[in-house]
């Protein structure tokens, strides 16, 4: 089994989902990121795993028998870089706390390198929602790549293929970046998520 590795910042009204606003508050984007993680978190500790751990930038609670690493490093590309590089063991899958609609059978099938050294999961944004490394030393190709793009996906999937791994892709997801993102992926959560509950609170406070 491989190990997984959630990125997180913590949901602190004004540096949490702040493109939520206008027109949710920083406040109701802070909820709404906190549902968010609080879904991703409890899949990941549903899907089989050698060990799971929280890559937090801030201050969040890891979930007991989970371990906690801060994020390190200025840009994101150096901070997905390090959290593989300081989880420990040989394998890892990183996910962030974007797509609260993941299942756990998703994660296992992502954490899958029978016939694979790579799994990536595109997003629908152009970015990814997921990489699985069966080498987590191939990791440092990421301090490469320039994130938050619409073509960081296919660059890191050229990046991988590039050093002659084999990747095998995932399901494609949409992240949760607007409003509109939200609500879509809302309606793809289980009726009984966090995040459903406070996008649909949302709807009645606006």
Known sequence: ???????????????????????????????????????????????????????????????????????????????????????????????????????????EDAGDYAEADATLGLAEDGGWWALGLRDRSNADVLRTIPTSTDHTGQLTLTALRDRGLRVRLLRVLRDVDTVADARSVATLCHPESRFRAAVEAMRHEC
């Not at 190990?3 to 909820?31: D, H, M, N, S």
């Not at 549903?46 to 994020?71: E, F, I, M």
């Open 1 to 107: 089994m491989t190990q997984f590795l959630v990125l997180a910042k913590a949901p602190v009204p004004g540096r949490v989902k702040t493109r939520l606003c206008p027109p949710w508050t920083y406040e109701q984007a802070a909820t709404v990121a906190a549902a968010a993680l609080s879904d991703t978190l409890v899949t990941v500790g549903c899907a089989p795993a050698a060990s799971r751990t929280l890559v937090v930038d801030g201050s969040y609670p890891a979930p007991p028998g989970w371990q906690k690493l801060p994020q390190r490093g200025g840009p994101l590309s150096d901070r997905l870089a390090g959290a593989f590089s300081d989880a420990g063991g040989d394998s890892a899958v990183l996910i962030g706390m974007d797509t609260p609609q993941v299942t756990a059978d998703m994660l």
